[in-house]
């Protein structure tokens, strides 16, 4: 029960260090609120869609192979993956599955110097 209590301070002070981070970034608070949206899949992604019981087929309308979650959206779709390539050439972001976004954005900013994040902000 520790352990947990433990565990889940870390997290939480991961988190709001990295909240506090985002919110600092030189880029225009219109990104800053739309990252903000993407870490609590509140963008109105195809899977979110259905969540509200709206009638679509939630399959990406880009690659048609996965769910158009959001971080389906952003990251994963194989179609927008050229065009984010050679956005940051040296930086290799962290790769594999992600829970959310904020999942991905967490792991993947640690790697990234102030700027490289704004930028992949930015293009986001």
């Known amino acids: 029960m520790v352990m947990q209590a433990c565990s889940s301070n870390l997290v939480a002070s991961v988190s709001t260090n990295w909240w ?10 219109k990104i800053k609120i739309f990252i903000w949206k993407d870490c609590y ?10 969540g509200r019981r709206i009638q679509v087929i939630d399959l990406c ?7 158009e979650t959001t971080i389906h959206a952003l ?16 930086k290799v972001l ?3 599955k992600y829970k959310s976004f904020f999942d991905f954005l967490l792991e993947s900013s640690s790697s990234l110097d102030e ?3 704004e930028l992949f902000c930015v293009i986001a």
């Open 115 to 117: 700027v490289e994040l």
């Open 20 to 29: 506090r981070k985002l919110w600092k970034l030189n880029i225009p608070q």
């Open 94 to 96: 962290i790769r594999g």
């Open 75 to 90: 990251w994963e779709c194989n179609k927008f993956k050229s065009a984010r390539i050679h956005w940051i050439p040296n």
């Open 61 to 67: 309308p880009w690659c048609n192979k996965s769910s």
């Open 41 to 50: 899949d509140w963008i109105p992604t195809r899977f979110n869609l259905r």
